[in-house]
């Protein structure tokens, strides 16, 4: 017998690679991205690792050029989520049962699989479906989905190792169960990272899952999919089930064995499946746990001691890499007076600089966004913007999506603070700046945390300590990630435990302990060496 007390050391964040010109790696993906939109691939859903084809399908495209097709995907109908159900269950006696070591060397070994043998189709799969450039794709799709992994193991092996006293007379232990049931995963379009992390880090704890993925990430998520095989995930533990969301949690939610949702995307939905699970509760064989991370109204402050030429860079990668398409990617500035036109001018000059295409075109730093709908809405807070006398457009404002759904990175100045680009979530590439009179900072700190519903990320730009602490004291409850002279953008896994809370979500912080503590039922198991032998305690002795 293994005896060994085993603990996974913390590891090294995944290195970025940096994609030069003439490098290797730059020549694999390039080569890959060439196969990829060469090819028209079938994606079926995956049960009990099985494939399934339901002749019910759908197209993947790419935003920047939507009448290519990437992958054909067939999407479930009521059999088959039940079917998924039922594979969950089944696999989920021997999965718990397998030791938590031989769980984690399977993550670990889909880990090196993305470093190493995966790395530029799953890059390319999210740069061609996702509408991601080269480094948005390898931050996301490789580094972080690989940190993910190999982090989760270490945060694991703590949990694991907490053990209460004992004394003389008995053995006390902690059983970290995973939860009686499957676990329901709901995964968003923006990031491979949290389509892997969602699913991943549940099933690390001994649960297994029924998986929703968004469509329009269905060519990576696929190939995650394909990995996890690979690397020895037992059938059923992970259960790939792509179609209608209304129709996959229709049936879901009205199973008994529904233990928990793993969740990221909007706001309305999370909100529809809290108020179904809290109606069906009696159905339920315990009180399901809802994990979700949701919206946001991401802010960048300055102070007038903040450096205008660090701001502005802040400005300009914190609201457009991704086209803003990041939960975190900040959409609302407050910048003083006294530091507003140089600040303006810099960024107005990158803006200027910015290139805007197909992602195989490694100079392009902004793409399309990820779909026609997107593209309306975005384009219709621009238009508002546009018919306000309490705004004015600085930069872009345009879009054209008769070939891509591409919108220019916007830059919207208004005198309102309470203006509407001010506090509704657009999740495009739309940031809209308020210049406040720099007597007024602390009230307009109030001001910052008064205007969203959201409390997801937030920066302070200042060089002065007195001004960056009656910062981070006001807005202590505006933003779950803050950063102080940096993008409110670029969490990573072991350093910046990731979520947000009011209505960003129930902050249960990826990328640490936090969030797998979620996903456990820990029973106490006492062991009594020396059984009394009788009822009387000896006070009550003559």
Known sequence: MNNAVF?????????????????????????????????????????????IRTGKTGKVVMPHAHGHVLAEYHMATDKEVQLAIKSALEAKECWMNLSWIDRSSILLK???????????????????GQGKNVFQ?????????????????????LIYKEQPHSDNYSINRL?????????????????????????????????????KPATTSLLSNYYLMKVFKEAGLPDGVINFVPGSGSLISDVVLNHKDMAGIHFTGSNQTFDHLWN????????????????????????????SSANPLELATAIVRGAFEYQGQKCSAASRAYIPKSIWNETKNIMLDMISDIKMGDVRDLNNFVNAVIDENSFDNIMSYIGKAKNSSEAKILAGGTGDKREGYFVKPTVI????????TMEEEIFGPVMTI???????????????????????????????????????????????????????????????PFGGARCSGTNDKAGSHLNLLRWISPRTIKETLLPATDYKYPYMEK
């Open 175 to 211: 059983e970290y169960r995973p939860l009686e049931g499957f676990i329901y995963t709901i995964t968003p379009f923006n990031f491979t990272a949290i389509a892997s992390n969602l699913n991943t880090c549940v099933a690390l704890m001994g649960n297994t899952t029924v998986w």
């Open 413 to 420: 100045q208004t005198e309102n603070p309470h203006f509407l």
């Open 276 to 303: 179904e699970v809290t109606e069906k509760l009696h159905n339920y064989k315990s009180y399901p746990k809802l994990v979700g991370e949701t919206g946001g109204k991401d802010f960048i402050f300055a102070h």
């Open 434 to 496: 308020y210049v406040y009179e720099d007597k007024n900072f602390e009230k307009t700190l109030e001001i910052c945390d008064q205007t969203s519903r959201y409390a997801l990320t937030g920066s302070i730009f200042s060089n002065d300590k007195y001004a960056m602490g009656i910062a981070c004291r006001k807005l202590r409850y505006s933003a779950g990630n803050f950063y102080i002279n940096d993008k409110p953008s670029g969490a990573m896994v072991g350093q910046q």
């Open 110 to 128: 889909a880990a090196d699989l993305l470093s190493t043998k995966y790395r530029y189709v799953i890059n390319a799969a999210t740069m061609l």
């Open 7 to 51: 603990v996974f050391e913390n590891p090294q964040n995944e290195a970025i690679l940096p994609y030069m010109k003439g490098s290797k790696e730059r020549v694999e993906l390039e080569k890959e991205l060439k196969k990829q939109a060469s090819e028209k691939i079938e994606i079926p859903l995956i049960i009990g690792g099985k494939e």
């Open 137 to 157: 794709a390898e931050i996301d799709a490789a580094c972080e989905v690989i940190d993910y992994l190999r982090f989760n193991v270490h945060f694991a092996s």
